[in-house]
Nanobody
Framework: QVQLVESGGGLVQPGGSLRLSCAAS????????IGWFRQAPGKEREGVSC????????YYADSVKGRFTISRDNVKNTVYLQMNSLKPEDTAVYYC???????????????WGQGTQVTVSS
């Protein structure tokens, strides 16, 4: 059974850090592009970051560039999102998704996790 499971969310103060994990089962993550999206209450879902399967190239939304880092551990079949210098506006439910690059970038890929809550507040 194909499954993506996010973890690592929580409550953190502004300026703090969190590392989100996206663990895959039932398929090999390295064969797919992986994306992180987030959705805050009352707002549309937005793409945060993406990593390609072919060469590991990474992409970031302007709002997180320089603060977030996406990476993959093929041995653990897991993708990470390291989030530093967190701001209150980063508060959202974060989702990982896997699929062809075009589908991941468009947010219409087949595989999604259940989401993990990130709250940045003092």
């Amino acid at each position: 059974q194909v499954q993506l499971v996010e973890s690592g969310g929580g409550l953190v103060q502004p300026g703090g850090s969190l590392r989100l994990s996206c663990a895959a089962s039932g398929f090999i993550l390295d064969y797919y592009a992986i994306g992180w999206f987030r959705q805050a209450p009352g707002k549309e879902r937005e793409g945060v970051s993406c990593i390609k399967s072919s060469d590991g190239s990474t992409y970031y939304a302007d709002s997180v560039k320089g603060r977030f880092t996406i990476s993959r551990d093929n041995v653990k079949n897991t993708v990470y999102l390291q989030m530093n210098s967190l701001k209150p506006e980063d508060t959202a439910v974060y989702y990982c998704t896997a699929g062809r690059l075009e589908a991941v970038v468009a947010g219409v890929s087949d595989y999604w996790g259940q989401g993990t809550q990130v709250t940045v507040s003092s």
